[in-house]
């Protein structure tokens, strides 16, 4: 069977109702199977017909992360972790199939106190270490926008390179980085004003055996209700 995955920051924090509930109806309108979400609330009207796993931030109006997903069994994962930044870390086992279960990782790389997004990622890949290197053979689908790039680098070369090593484990951790692995290049998916072209949005996965795609949904319009766009994963299961 294939499965439709869906990551996007839908930047709650920057519209108005009426984009909100715009950014909704177009999610809804990709007959997703999983939707991993960042900067986010969700409109429940809109996805009646979807289980919605929402964990909000300590943020004015209490946008937060989210996994939306079909009727699919599912079974939370728990971390013990102090570390502020790992309260965007939602992870969740769904059984699509008796007996055949995809491990479905939401990462959101929500500033330090320092205005790191790098520990955050770092605390977070720590977390979830048990899983990805434990002994179940489930496909893991780990996927977010991290505000880390290794372009970032490439463009303060005076600095270290605090995003490289981000991506450097989580290539040791086994993870096939999805884009880069099609494009061979970064692509971009967040747009601001007067802002280099970051790709800031990432799927990877581990464990997958079948065949697997995946598109960067550049359509302007996109642009009316949030500043990033959409990263779609097809992927055999």
């Given at each position: 069977?294939?499965?439709?995955?869906?990551?996007?920051?839908?930047n709650?924090?920057?519209?108005?109702?009426?984009?909100?509930l715009?950014?909704?109806?177009?999610?809804?309108?990709?007959?997703?199977?999983?939707?991993?979400?960042?900067?986010?609330?969700?409109?429940?009207?809109?996805?009646?017909?979807?289980?919605?796993?929402?964990?909000?931030?300590?943020?004015?109006?209490?946008?937060?992360?989210?996994?939306?997903?079909?009727?699919f069994t599912?079974?939370?994962?728990?971390?013990?972790?102090?570390?502020?930044?790992?309260?965007?870390?939602?992870?969740?086992?769904?059984?699509?199939?008796?007996?055949?279960?995809?491990?479905?990782?939401?990462?959101?790389?929500?500033?330090?106190?320092?205005?790191?997004c790098?520990?955050?990622?770092?605390h977070?890949?720590?977390?979830?270490?048990?899983?990805?290197?434990?002994?179940s053979?489930?496909?893991?689908?780990?996927?977010?926008?991290?505000?880390?790039?290794?372009?970032?680098?490439?463009?303060?070369?005076?600095?270290d390179?605090?995003?490289?090593?981000?991506?450097?484990?989580?290539?040791?951790?086994?993870?096939?980085?999805?884009?880069?692995v099609?494009?061979?290049?970064?692509?971009?998916?967040?747009?601001?004003?007067?802002?280099?072209?970051?790709?800031?949005?990432?799927v990877?996965?581990?464990?997958?055996?079948?065949?697997?795609?995946?598109?960067?949904?550049?359509?302007?319009?996109?642009?009316n209700?949030?500043?990033?766009?959409?990263?779609?994963?097809?992927?055999?299961i």
């Amino acid at each position: 069977m294939e499965l439709k995955l869906v990551s996007w920051n839908m930047n709650y924090w920057q519209r108005n109702e009426s984009q909100r509930l715009e950014a909704w109806e177009y999610l809804k309108n990709l007959n997703f199977d999983i939707a991993v979400l960042q900067e986010t609330k969700p409109f429940f009207n809109c996805i009646e017909n979807y289980n919605v796993i929402f964990q909000n931030l300590p943020v004015k109006d209490g946008w937060g992360s989210a996994i939306i997903s079909k009727k699919f069994t599912s079974y939370k994962h728990s971390f013990i972790s102090s570390y502020e930044g790992s309260q965007a870390l939602i992870c969740y086992d769904f059984e699509f199939e008796k007996g055949k279960n995809v491990t479905i990782i939401n990462l959101y790389g929500k500033s330090d106190t320092y205005g790191y997004c790098t520990t955050t990622i770092h605390h977070m890949l720590s977390d979830i270490t048990p899983i990805v290197w434990g002994k179940s053979k489930n496909i893991i689908i780990m996927a977010g926008d991290l505000n880390t790039s290794i372009q970032w680098d490439e463009n303060y070369k005076n600095r270290d390179p605090l995003h490289k090593l981000v991506f450097d484990r989580i290539d040791d951790m086994g993870f096939i980085n999805c884009t880069m692995v099609k494009y061979k290049e970064h692509k971009q998916t967040f747009v601001r004003e007067n802002t280099f072209p970051y790709q800031d949005d990432y799927v990877f996965i581990k464990n997958c055996k079948g065949k697997w795609d995946i598109n960067i949904l550049n359509n302007e319009n996109i642009l009316n209700f949030s500043d990033h766009y959409p990263v779609e994963l097809i992927i055999e299961i």
